[in-house]
């Protein structure tokens, strides 16, 4: 049996699978390490309610933009915190994340 869903949930969904997909192609292209991690914009992801895709886990985060998506691999590094302030880490060394979305050394 078919469950009633929102028109703007399966709007929503197929946006981002759409843009899940060509994520995953280029990245496939363009770097050899494994995606671990989906992040969505956080309205999109309270809309879905998705815990994973593809088997990875799907966390929300403000960076990214909605219906669009950013995967995280170890070459691009992880997004969390240091010492309160956002950063990526990079190859074990954590990078604060700036407006200009240009990287700079934490410690």
Same mark, same amino acid.
Not at 27 to 49: F, G, K, S, T, W
């Given at each position: 049996?078919?469950?009633?869903?929102?028109?703007?949930?399966?709007?929503?969904?197929?946006?981002?699978?759409?843009? %899940?997909?060509? /994520?995953?192609? =280029?990245?496939? @292209?363009?770097?050899?390490?494994?995606?671990?991690? #989906? !992040? %969505?914009?956080? /309205?999109?992801? =309270?809309?879905? @309610?998705?815990?994973?895709?593809?088997?990875?886990? #799907? !966390?929300?985060?403000?960076?990214?933009?909605?219906?669009?998506?950013?995967?995280?691999?170890?070459?691009?590094?992880?997004?969390?915190?240091?010492?309160?302030?956002?950063?990526?880490?990079?190859?074990?060394?954590?990078?604060?994340?700036?407006?200009?979305?240009?990287?700079?050394?934490?410690?």
């Amino acid at each position: 049996m078919a469950e009633d869903r929102d028109p703007e949930q399966v709007y929503v969904e197929g946006q981002l699978l759409c843009a %899940l997909g060509t /994520a995953f192609d =280029e990245h496939d @292209r363009e770097c050899l390490d494994a995606v671990y991690l #989906v !992040l %969505l914009n956080p /309205a999109n992801l =309270e809309l879905l @309610r998705w815990d994973e895709i593809y088997g990875l886990p #799907v !966390l929300p985060d403000d960076r990214v933009p909605p219906l669009r998506c950013r995967l995280v691999c170890g070459a691009r590094g992880w997004a969390g915190t240091y010492n309160g302030d956002p950063v990526v880490w990079v190859d074990g060394s954590p990078f604060v994340v700036v407006e200009s979305e240009e990287a700079q050394p934490a410690a």
